[in-house]
């Protein structure tokens, strides 16, 4: 188990706000060479803005992807943002992933070779190669799993065929790592079926290691992915025991073995993003034929809401943005960001129109079929609607139908686009998010701190984020609709539209009420803090 470091330590700190104040004081202390009173107002400078009394608990997280190194979707966010929250939380965190050969070349020249050895993987005993590249950055220690014949795709996902024998290496790769460097964590933390392995190894082959003594919590970021494929195949590329095949860990059926399934088994809690996807997915509905297995876990589950990392999310600082605002300049300068993403994408320059966003991949997952169904009768003189994502050729395809039947009203960018992505939160007046179920989502998050309305299902996180307006108490968030109906959806957007151009200062102060909510990362980094104690 790693060492509680001292644990009376800090009381909260709050440093940058006293910067001007403690700055003179140093100049004072200085004159009057008192050594170390100067030491100490410097390191109070230093000191994180604020580091939480409670006792210091050591973390790995292991997971699949994570920003800025390889991104596909909200996972990269979490990856990223939580870890960081949790050095504020007074944790000790290592976050192990795949060394991908796609994360850019700035971040892989920086990494620093930590050790390799050979590892046990296969049924048959077959040995791979586990090369160890650490990178530090923001407090948090990246440690990333190099291995060629696995990694060295253009993208951490291509099919299941190649994607079983890579995340049943990663998932052992990172105990063994773990174990080679001899950091013993209190808590080790798995992120979807990529790592959901990690629990089943631990209790099993790494039983007589040190490492025994953590603790496994698995999050599930999208029930939808599991891992699944037949047993013979998982069986010789995980090497795991027979006994292991059965329906209350690894099988799922007849001939299919199930990673996720296994590792919700074995880890010692489970974690969801939201407290109502926590309990949806114990439901035949969400419950991705899982529901009865999640039922049965139910005691350990808990679900705790996603946030976004302030950080990269700033309209404040965001240097992506046209024009950046503050809750003080936000209703003039988000005007100006839409007539300049207008302009960009060649649509008719006008900031009276009604701009609705859709950042999103485009899979069935996200409610397309129902936008499709209804987006000629959305159209009309008043409207603009932006797309940006990728994913299922048949979205892709009836998004650049839309584009081109509405010629500088519609946009479609069928393209992954970051920079596009920031400037659309900003320019858009309202962001969709129709979704057919929804962990937690992160777009409604992003939107909301950008001043964007969201209109969303109230299905998983989007029920628990967007407060639906009140036209009565002039209270809410956003514009929402409960069954996954494109009438309704039609209807809650029109519900907008009435807002935004009979009523516009409500709709202004919903902008800004959205702007000031607490989206950041703290609360939830606090829950996840408390559930690491509650386990060790
Ligand atoms: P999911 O994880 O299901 O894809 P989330 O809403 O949790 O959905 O997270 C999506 C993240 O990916 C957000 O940060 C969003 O801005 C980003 N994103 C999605 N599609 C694109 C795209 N085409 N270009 C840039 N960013 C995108």
Request: aromatic residues 12%; negative net charge; contains cysteine.
């Amino acid at each position: 188990m790693a060492k509680e470091k001292d644990v009376k330590t800090p009381k909260k700190r709050k440093a940058p706000s006293k910067k001007a104040v403690v700055k003179q004081k140093a100049a004072i202390a200085e004159e009057s060479k008192e050594k170390e009173l100067v030491e100490e107002i410097l390191a109070e400078v230093a000191a994180p803005e604020e580091i939480s009394s409670t006792p210091r608990r050591s973390v790995a997280f292991i997971g699949s992807e994570c920003y800025p190194f390889v991104k596909t979707g909200g996972l990269g966010d979490v990856m990223h943002a939580l870890p960081k929250a949790l050095v504020k939380q007074n944790c000790d965190v290592k976050v192990i992933l795949p060394r991908y050969k796609c994360i850019p070349w700035e971040y892989q020249e920086k990494m620093i070779y930590r050790g390799a050895f050979e590892m046990d993987l296969c049924a048959d005993g077959r040995s791979f190669y586990v090369g160890i590249m650490e990178y530090v950055w923001d407090g948090v220690v990246y440690d990333f799993i190099d291995n060629e014949e696995f990694f060295s795709n253009g993208s951490p996902y291509t099919n299941l065929v190649d994607d079983i024998p890579k995340y049943c290496y990663f998932a052992k790769a990172a105990l063994a790592a773990l174990n080679y460097m001899d950091w013993i964590p209190d808590i080790i933390h798995c992120h979807d079926w990529q790592a959901a392995l990690v629990p089943v190894y631990l209790r099993t082959q790494f039983e007589h290691t040190k490492l025994t003594t953590a603790k496994t919590i698995l999050t599930i970021h999208n029930l939808r992915f599991q891992g699944i494929y037949n047993i013979p195949t998982i069986r010789y590329w995980s090497g795991l025991p027979d006994h292991l095949f059965c329906k209350d860990v690894l099988k799922t059926s007849h001939q299919d073995a199930n990673m996720m399934k296994g590792g919700l088994a074995y880890a010692n809690m489970i974690t969801t993003v939201s407290p109502t996807y926590a309990g949806e997915i114990q439901s035949a509905y969400y419950g991705e034929t899982l529901d009865a297995h999640l039922r049965y876990h139910s005691g350990k589950l808990r679900g705790i809401i996603n946030g976004i990392d302030y950080d990269i999310w700033d309209p404040a600082a965001d240097g992506r943005l046209y024009a950046n605002y503050t809750l003080h300049n936000a209703l003039e300068q988000k005007k100006e960001n839409k007539r300049r993403l207008q302009e960009e994408l060649g649509l008719t320059q006008d900031d009276g129109k009604f701009v609705i966003g859709l950042i999103s991949r485009l899979t069935d997952q996200k409610g397309l079929d129902l936008v499709n169904a209804i987006l000629s009768q959305v159209m009309d003189d008043h409207t603009q609607v932006v797309v940006l994502g990728t994913g299922d050729r048949v979205y892709e395809d009836s998004f650049r139908y839309y584009e081109n039947a509405f010629r500088g009203s519609v946009c479609s960018n069928i393209m992954y686009d970051e920079t596009r992505a920031h400037r659309i939160y900003a320019g858009a007046d309202a962001l969709l998010v129709p979704s057919r179920f929804e962990p937690c989502g992160l777009t409604q998050l992003i939107a909301m701190h950008y001043g964007t309305i969201p209109i969303v299902r109230e299905t998983g996180g989007l029920k628990d984020t967007v407060e639906p307006y009140n036209m009565f108490t002039n209270a809410g968030n956003g514009f929402t609709f409960d069954r996954y109906d494109a009438g309704l959806l039609l209807d809650a957007i029109n519900r907008a539209k009435t807002l935004y151009f009979e009523a516009r200062s409500c709709w202004d102060e919903m902008v800004l009420r959205d702007m000031e909510k607490d989206l950041s990362w703290e609360n939830s980094a606090k829950q996840y803090k408390d559930l690491y104690l509650g386990l060790t």
